[in-house]
């Protein structure tokens, strides 16, 4: 079963339109850890993000934010007033504290696309 | 900064060679990944290393091995090198604790002729 899912495969929106990605994750840990990632046209992944299960706060940082919500399962971020160079693919991943690999689970992505 | 290298950007080889993707971490992290990245499916999991010579299959490791003979190295090897191994694939490093964050290389694009 797929622990991460996010179902928009791809969003355009024009620039300065706020959008929303959205994950889901499914876990039996109590202990677990979710990110998000962004990876531009260059193709490497680049950090955003960290949340562990037990801090719920959101986070707000600069035009990105994030709401994490146990009682959903999930984890969406936020860009507000969107710009050219947020286009990009982002993933959202989970780690679990039992996992003695220290795995990521990727979801599959969304591709975000900025219109000018 | 923190550095994930690895040894190519793109690499284009002939059906049934042997290829070998090489990863350098300097940041001195317990456990080193590879995945395969493909349209529509997402970053899936090849083999990992939790330390030296210490390898575990990941989701999709038919087709592919690899070697950690050194903490800061982890090299991805297809024995044979098949067209639907055409892909991107991404090295990762990450400290040993769950709440870290991985890093990742630039990714190698190869294609297999």
């Known amino acids: 079963a797929q622990k991460v899912t996010q179902a928009q495969t791809e969003i355009s929106v024009v620039e300065k339109e706020d959008v929303t990605l959205d994950c889901v994750y499914e876990?039996?840990?109590?202990?677990?850890?979710l990110f998000w990632y962004k990876q531009p046209p260059s193709g490497e992944l680049v950090f955003l993000i960290r949340r562990n299960s037990f801090d719920e706060q959101n986070e707000i940082s600069g035009r990105y934010s994030w709401n994490f919500q146990k009682s959903t399962s999930s984890f969406n971020f936020t860009i507000t007033a969107s710009q050219v160079v947020d286009s990009a693919v982002y993933f959202c991943a989970l780690s679990e504290a039992r996992d003695t690999g220290n795995q990521f689970y990727f979801g599959t992505g969304t591709s975000l696309t900025v219109i000018p | 900064d923190v550095k994930v290298t690895q040894s190519s950007r793109y690499l284009v080889k002939r059906t049934g060679e042997k290829v070998f993707l090489e990863c350098v971490q300097d940041?001195?992290?317990?456990?080193m990944f590879w995945y395969r990245q493909d349209p529509g499916l997402g970053l899936r999991l090849i083999y990992f290393s939790y330390d030296v010579k210490m390898k575990e299959k990941g989701d999709i490791p038919e087709g592919y091995s690899v070697s950690r003979e050194k903490k800061e190295r982890f090299s991805l090897i297809l024995e044979s090198a098949s067209t639907n191994q055409t892909s991107m694939y991404l090295c990762?490093?990450?400290?040993?604790?769950?709440?870290?964050?991985?890093?990742f290389g630039q990714g190698t694009r190869l294609t297999v002729v």
């Open positions: 876990t039996r840990d109590t202990t677990y850890y």
């Open positions: 940041m001195d992290h317990e456990n």
């Open positions: 990762a490093s990450r400290l040993d604790r769950g709440n870290t964050e991985a890093f």
